[in-house]
């Protein structure tokens, strides 16, 4: 509300509305998340396409490299790009354009195609295919005529979702665009707030609700397309056919491609002891790690991130655990409303709920009289708002699924509703609560959207210095602290997949 109370004044307005910025970035900003949209939908279709319609062997691993992008953060994707590009091409370096940032949002987009289709491709019954291949229909004339069309309303979906993400989008058009001078709204929002503070808070706010309507306009049509949709009947799935080699070797050569690299050149740049030094066995160095691990900044940043993410972590999976329960055990309705709200700050661009955030906190506390802007409550608060769906989501799921007779059991022999969440329902639900926690700290821990605007002196984290080491120029200390982050993050991934290993659908990589 207070953003819109921000925003609401004509002058300001005004002001915002005829500014050649404004319109630029907003230009800006439509084209390269459209862009982005079609690359996401065409990697993204044809990945889960090819998982989903053949068995292949390495299904997993090349599952885990589709999703990666969820897991790697914008900011480290796209300083990967930027030294893939500038080793391969000579000259100035290509990926600062409005063209090389639909790419990389293409790519850290995808995953969400690729979720919706083969969403949709479980869905499709065995009869529709086996009467296909009774009527000599052959597996491409099947591919083509039978399963992408009823694939067509989850990818028309899939790419709402991908639109929503990349008009909210502020690591790639950060370390893209602001060098390429190709801003977009969230870049403008950011620069704006960096250069003048909070006494420019009304445009940005009005600037925010830009992204608001365009994101807003993407989940309406997401929900329009799903609503439209010709349902299909369920029944047991098809059988996958093998996977011709061909097939085979095309995915595992464009996943190479695109995920792994791009990490490659990341970590030749770490090596490298210093920028247009060629990399060899001679020249490569690890003094770069050693300086990074040495800067009292960066390891106080690290302490915050660990701290920050953690205690997002835990204190959202606590939330989240009594709060399925009473959405789906108890069935309150208060809570069900509630279970649906909770996804709106995930939803809503990051730069939007960090700004709203500050208007909301920068004020003195009712009855405390104390502000927490400029502390790291701020970005807790702020993290918990984001991520608390990435823990609620799987709780729900299964607790969907859980037998509420043993509940009422419980209640009927008087069992406290204490007891009855701790000791009825929290065991069968520990490891999707699990696998929620971990996500978020992999989530949050290289954070840098929300982070950007409300990191203050001395609550630095991770994500804020890797785009402050690059926008400096020292490209080859955010490589550095980039791959200690990604090493952090999938160790933590391994350790996840070995835990929940048997348990469908707790990992997407599994599922």
């Not at 608001?212 to 349902?231: D, E, Q």
């Not at 369920?234 to 996977?243: I, T």
Request: net charge positive.
């Amino acid at each position: 509300m207070r953003l819109f109370a921000r925003a609401a004044d004509a002058t300001v307005i005004a002001e915002a509305w005829d500014s050649r910025a404004t319109w630029r970035a907003l230009e800006n900003t439509l084209t390269a998340s459209a862009g982005s949209v079609v690359i996401s939908v065409v990697l993204g279709t044809a990945l889960a396409l090819a998982l989903g319609a053949f068995r292949m062997r390495g299904r997993v691993a090349m599952t885990f490299l589709a999703l990666s992008p969820l897991l790697i953060p914008s900011q480290i994707m796209a300083l990967a790009w930027i030294e893939l590009a500038g080793m391969l091409i000579p000259g100035p370096n290509p990926i600062y354009s409005g063209t090389g940032i639909a790419l990389l949002m293409g790519v850290e987009h995808m995953p969400l195609v690729f979720i919706a289709v083969r969403a949709a491709l479980k869905a499709i019954p065995a009869d529709l295919v086996e009467a296909a291949r009774i009527g000599g229909a052959s597996q491409g004339a099947i591919l083509r005529r039978v399963i992408l069309p009823l694939c067509f309303p989850a990818c028309g979906a899939g790419s709402a979702l991908a639109f929503a993400a990349a008009v909210g989008n502020f690591g790639v058009p950060a370390l893209l665009g602001i060098p390429g001078r190709f801003p977009m709204l969230t870049t403008l929002i950011y620069q704006r707030l960096n250069g003048f503070g909070p006494s420019i808070l009304g445009q940005v706010a009005v600037l925010a609700l830009l992204l608001v309507a365009l994101a807003g306009a993407a989940l309406a049509l997401r929900a329009l397309t799903l609503r439209l949709a010709v349902p299909v009947p369920q029944g047991r799935a098809f059988d996958r056919p093998p996977a011709p080699r061909k097939v085979t070797m095309a995915v595992w050569a464009g996943l190479v491609l695109l995920m792994v690299t791009p990490m490659l050149a990341l970590l030749g740049t770490a090596l490298a002891p210093a920028l247009g030094v060629k990399l060899s066995l001679d020249t490569a160095s690890l003094s770069n790690f050693a300086q990074v691990a040495a800067s009292p900044t960066i390891r106080r940043a690290f302490v915050n991130s660990l701290l920050l993410s953690v205690a997002a972590a835990v204190i959202s999976t606590a939330i989240a655990l009594p709060f399925a329960w009473l959405a789906q055990v108890a069935r309150s309705r208060a809570m069900r409303l509630l279970d649906w709200l909770a996804d709106a700050p995930f939803v809503v661009p990051g730069t939007v709920l960090a700004l709203a955030v500050i208007l909301t906190f920068l004020p003195p506390l009712p009855i405390l009289g104390v502000s927490v802007y400029g502390t790291p409550a701020i970005l807790l608060l702020a993290y918990l708002a984001r991520f608390l769906p990435l823990a609620l989501r799987p709780l729900s799921a299964a607790a969907a699924s859980t037998d509420p007779a043993l509940d009422e059991a419980a209640r009927i022999f008087g069992a406290p509703v204490r007891a009855r969440i701790a000791r009825i329902f929290a065991p069968p639900v520990a490891a999707p609560a699990l696998a929620g926690a971990v996500l978020i700290f992999m989530t949050a821990f290289n954070e840098l959207t929300l982070s950007a605007l409300l990191w203050s002196s001395g609550n630095e984290t991770l994500g804020v210095m890797i785009f402050s080491l690059q926008y400096e120029g020292n490209s080859t200390g955010a490589a550095a602290l980039s791959v200690l982050s990604l090493l952090l993050v999938a160790g933590l991934a391994l350790v996840l997949d070995r835990a929940c290993r048997g348990r469908e659908g707790v990992l997407p990589w599994r599922d």
